[in-house]
């Protein structure tokens, strides 16, 4: 099988979907590895390094498309790019094929085997390809980095010849990965974190971090679906959680937000009256902005300052972390590779497996993945 690691083309990417230590374990399955010039560049990783892997260097992004088997990419394809793709070659990277249907279209029509990692079951068999935790959490990560370097004072409490500073106080709002990451990141700078989450189970997890949790009195059933995911609430609910969270915002020096549903616009949790209630000075550092964001002051793609707070809208974290963020990603994507690779070559996906029937949204002219289906029709 002729594997194919392109330059991304998007904007603002400095990911790359191989590396050379998932490429030199690709070599040795057997598999021919194509890698575009200047692919790895922006991840500080060298054409060189990838020959010494042992994948040939393709100088056409064209070339590359057009003769892969299998496409590895951080972003969706362009639509430019479809027309250059090898016809019923397979593509693995995320798709968001529910905000793509154009994409999924011209790639159905293409006979593209198109497999997208975003709509990954959450399931402890596909921990190692879970590319949205190995993102989120480097995300959650850097959100704390970028508000420590725009808060105007320290996170850590400190005791000196000057007299004692207290602490900074931090809330995190949704503890999932990029949450839990963001509490122990400020943990480690010394900041005091409280953090809410709708689903209770996070409690724990967010204690066992060293977090103040507050409950927002949801249920088990209520608050999350079977794959673990917050459920949508009611408008009163939230205008209740609204009110919770502006009670502990005058303290705040922070607020992180990670608050999403899945396939809906984030909710609305921080409102302007809150952002004016907060202490002069702060920051709010919106994860959820590219489903909308959890704060409407927020802009998306920029760092802004209303109320004399500083808002964080900046989007692709982990594409600013871009050594790190590629060396797990291409883990991810190489785990999935493994999972695939044997049933594409024998023309045998099992479609009833629960990864298989998630993930692959386009094959042999037809859509498989339920929701974009549906979404098409
Ligand atoms: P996410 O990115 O979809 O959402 C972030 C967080 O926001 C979630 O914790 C969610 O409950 C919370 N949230 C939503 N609405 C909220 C509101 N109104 N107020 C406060 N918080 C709110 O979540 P993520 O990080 O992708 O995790 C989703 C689920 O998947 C979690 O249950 C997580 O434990 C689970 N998971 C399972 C894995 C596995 O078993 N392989 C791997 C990673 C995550």
Known sequence: MKIGIPKELAPQESRVAGTPETVSKMVKAGMIVSVETQAGVSAFIQDQDYVQAGATIQTSHASLLGETDCLLKV????LEEVPQIKEHAAVIGPLFPLRQLELVKQLRAKNITAFSLDLLPRIARAQSMDILSSMSNLAGYKSVILAADHLNKIFPMMTTAAGTILP?????????VAGLQAIATTRRLGGVVIAFDTRPVAAEQVKSLGADFVSLETSHDTSQDAGGYAKEQSAEFYKQEQDIIHRYIREADVII???????????????????????TGGVIV???????????LTEAGKIVVKHNITLIGL?????????????????NLLAFLNYVAKPLADN??????????NCLITYRGDIINPLVKKALE
């Open 75 to 78: 972003q969706p394809p362009l």
């Open 168 to 176: 900074a106080k931090i809330i995190v709002i949704g503890a999932g």
């Open 257 to 279: 937000t990670t608050a999403l549903i899945p396939g809906k616009p984030a909710p609305i949790l921080i409102t302007e009256a809150m952002v004016k209630d907060m202490k």
């Open 286 to 296: 919106d994860l959820a902005i590219e489903q909308g964001g959890n704060c409407p």
């Open 315 to 331: 989007t692709n974290l982990p594409s600013t972390l871009p050594i790190h963020a590629s060396q797990l990603y291409a883990r």
């Open 348 to 357: 045998a996906l099992d479609l009833s497996d629960d990864i298989i029937k």
